[in-house]
């Protein structure tokens, strides 16, 4: 098995970059951020609040009345909570905030780390999230961390919320990229970091063409595909 890890911040381009190469690699994608989203929205419709206070209460909630499924339907990973797809509700801006307060909850990290594992064991899989060169896949062969400037950042997360038709501003949307990075980079539980042995790429100048032919060429350098 191939197996390759994408980490970096919100908005660094590296879940669009991963999917599509994994489409013209012909391998799995898997989105891990999208697992811990769906482990927030579950907290949010059962109306636990998510902190590290409640983390024995989130835990026993998805251990016991969660059922999280990915499937890949027509090469698109898709998110299944208790049977329901969810993987567009899963995306609101609300929802990626809660996540990265669930992902800092070391209970909510075990409970999904057995099914990514699995994934990554059983396929030529791309991976991407923010531990996955240091935590989950220490061995990946090739393992790259992609990041740009946090305006640059804020601007692309902020364009695709406007586009799913959600009222934010560019503004707050930077604010909340801060907070983000804080929040990620500071977490006791597998911080967001570079891996050694990572390549770093900066995409803040770059278009996602240049940056997705640029991941492919790294990839096909090892010549197993």
Not at 185 to 192: D, F, I
């Amino acid at each position: 098995m191939i197996n390759i890890a994408i980490d970096g911040p919100v908005g660094s381009g590296k879940s669009s970059v991963a999917r599509e190469c994994a489409k013209r690699l012909g391998i799995m994608y898997v989105d891990t951020g999208a697992m811990y989203r769906a482990c927030a929205l579950f907290c949010i419709r059962s109306g636990i609040e998510i902190s590290p206070e409640n983390e024995a209460q989130i835990a026993e909630l998805l251990t016991g009345k969660l059922t999280l499924d990915i499937r890949i339907v027509d090469d698109v990973q898709h998110v299944y909570i208790n049977g329901e797809d969810v993987s567009a509700d899963i995306r609101t801006h609300g929802v990626g905030m809660a996540a990265s307060m669930v992902s800092a909850l070391p209970s909510v990290r075990k409970f999904l780390l057995d099914k990514q594992l699995d994934l990554a064991a059983h396929n030529n899989v791309i991976m991407d999230g923010r531990d996955i060169g240091t935590v989950i896949l220490p061995n990946a062969d090739i393992k790259i961390f992609m990041s740009a400037r946090p305006e640059v950042r804020a601007k692309r997360r902020y364009d695709e919320l406007i586009a799913k038709g959600e009222k934010v501003t560019l503004s707050q949307v930077l604010i909340d990229v801060n907070k983000r990075d804080f929040q990620d980079t500071h977490r006791e539980t597998a911080p967001l970091v570079q891996a050694p042995d990572a390549m770093f790429l900066d995409t803040s100048e770059l278009d996602f063409e240049q940056t997705v032919e640029g991941v492919i060429e790294l990839i096909r350098s090892l010549d197993k595909l």
